[in-house]
């Protein structure tokens, strides 16, 4: 099996291909309209989902089958199509343009696989298992979705304040020290509203393993 490179992508006003306009492809254009991604919908019917979305101007629908050169402007494609013709002239275009492609459940056309994702705040945790089990990877989501261990994203805002204000000063805290500063016991005061102590009782225990002390005002 392929060995995947993990990486976010940035698809921000980047028009990306979605072929399909069933409940998959739905899905699918929810998922790039949450990242701000610009997207072009080919399929000659779309269920309602889609439809209202092309309605609303949030989606350009072409209402019609894909045609090679379809793939021009595209910066990533995903065929949510179960036309296996479709998905290989797809796929042909797609090395040939060196667009990104996701083939939904057909892994040896892809260039790129999704994960299963488990979001708080801030934080996303995608797992993948390259294809072997996608029943494995939601697995995971769902207990990470129930684990204590996601709630420390809602720590993210806290940490992301305190290493601006670290930044500022001149202090540089080394990783292991930043992990060590990260606790239960800071969570739990996030949790119950004490931002302020949180962010005081922080920032002293990262001063503390400071390796370049703050320079004055």
């Given at each position: 099996m392929a060995a995947y490179y993990?990486?976010?992508?940035?698809?921000?006003?980047?028009?990306?291909i979605v072929i399909g306009g069933g409940n998959i492809g739905e899905e699918k254009v929810h998922k790039l309209l949450e990242c701000g991604a610009k997207v072009v919908v080919i399929s000659p019917e779309v269920n309602d989902g889609?439809?209202?979305l092309?309605?609303?101007?949030?989606?350009?629908?072409?209402?019609?089958?894909?045609?090679?050169?379809?793939?021009?402007d595209a910066f990533i494609a995903i065929a949510a199509t179960d036309d296996n013709s479709v998905n290989q002239l797809v796929a042909?275009?797609?090395?040939g343009r060196n667009v990104l492609l996701n083939v939904v459940d057909v892994t040896h056309l892809c260039t790129f696989i999704?994960?299963?994702?488990?979001?708080?705040?801030?934080?996303?945790?995608?797992?993948s298992t390259g294809g072997a089990s996608p029943a494995l990877a939601r697995k995971f989501r769902e207990e990470l979705s129930r684990s204590r261990l996601l709630e420390y994203a809602d720590l993210a805002p806290?940490?992301?304040?305190?290493r601006a204000e670290l930044k500022r000063?001149?202090?540089?805290?080394e990783p292991d020290h930043w992990q060590t500063c990260i606790t239960e016991s800071l969570l739990d005061m996030v949790q119950a509203g004490d931002t302020k102590g949180a962010k005081e009782t922080l920032m002293a225990q990262?001063?503390?393993?400071?390796?370049?002390?703050p320079t004055g005002d």
């Open positions: 993990p990486v976010f992508i940035d698809v921000h006003n980047r028009c990306c889609v439809k209202e092309a309605d609303g101007e949030r989606v350009e629908w072409l209402k019609r089958q894909y045609q090679p050169g379809d793939l021009a042909k275009e797609a090395r999704a994960p299963s994702v488990a979001r708080r705040g801030d934080v996303t945790i995608a797992t806290l940490l992301s304040d305190a000063t001149g202090a540089r805290v990262l001063l503390e393993g400071a390796t370049v002390a």
